[in-house]
T-cell receptor, first 111, second 113 residues
Framework: DAKTTQPNSMESNEEEPVHLPCNHS???????IHWYRQLPSQGPEYVIH???SNVNNRMASLAIAEDRKSSTLILHRATLRDAAVYYC????????????FGTGTRLKVLA | NAGVTQTPKFRILKIGQSMTLQCAQD?????MYWYRQDPGMGLKLIYY???????DKGEVPNGYNVSRSTTEDFPLRLELAAPSQTSVYFC????????????FGEGSRLTVL
């Protein structure tokens, strides 16, 4: 099963950028990198995904290393509402379609 | 368009009882998933299905059963409930293909006493 490694927790000041790292050394060439976040007492929600190139959307940016063994989710200006657990996954969609989540990174945003 | 609907939202069971957690989606998604989340922990995949009539085990299938007789519904059955099954259960669905955003339900909080 696809495994990722993320720091257990990170802190950021409000209105500052946040870089959340993820290692995925077992990723295959066709696996997309997905990021989800889970706000307190809610189910996870999609944030962003990418394959090889860096990606931007209204929520965040995703920077993918050239060898694809790591990626970084970038929140450009953290707000208190961004306090959540962030999960990085890379489901094997050429095989089982299992979506395995790890423990994620708990982001604390300080006012 | 309700998305993914889970029932019940809360339930207390006694040890040894059985119950079914219901999950329904109205997005015509082929792929459906059941996860459990223990307090302060990440999500663990219990079972998943890639289409009606097809199910497969995830990371922690013991003590659970599933069925997928329709595209819309993916119930999770707990037989002989144990305190270790106290958790929040999330159902999710997605479209097919290499990428499809997972849509999650609001969760079902189960306590086994």
């Amino acid at each position: 099963d696809a495994k990722t490694t993320q720091p257990n927790s990170m802190e950021s000041n409000e209105e500052e950028p946040v870089h959340l790292p993820c290692n995925h050394s077992t990723i295959s060439g066709t696996d997309y990198i997905h990021w989800y976040r889970q706000l307190p007492s809610q189910g996870p929600e999609y944030v962003i995904h990418g394959l090889t190139s860096n990606v931007n959307n209204r929520m965040a940016s995703l920077a993918i290393a050239e060898d694809r063994k790591s990626s970084t989710l970038i929140l450009h200006r953290a707000t208190l509402r961004d306090a959540a657990v962030y999960y990085c996954i890379h489901p094997n969609t050429s095989g089982t379609y299992k979506y395995i989540f790890g423990t994620g990174t708990r982001l604390k945003v300080l006012a | 368009n309700a998305g993914v609907t889970q029932t019940p939202k809360f339930r207390i069971l006694k040890i040894g009882q059985s119950m079914t957690l219901q999950c329904a989606q109205d997005m015509n998604h082929n792929y459906m998933y059941w996860y459990r989340q223990d307090p302060g922990m990440g999500l663990k995949l219990i079972y998943y299905s890639v289409g009606a009539g097809i199910t497969d085990k995830g990371e922690v299938p013991n003590g659970y059963n599933v069925s997928r007789s329709t595209t819309e519904d993916f119930p999770l059955r707990l037989e002989l409930a144990a305190p270790s099954q106290t958790s929040v259960y999330f159902c999710a669905s997605k479209t097919g293909g290499d990428f499809g955003e997972l849509f999650f339900g609001e969760g079902s909080r189960l306590t086994v006493l």
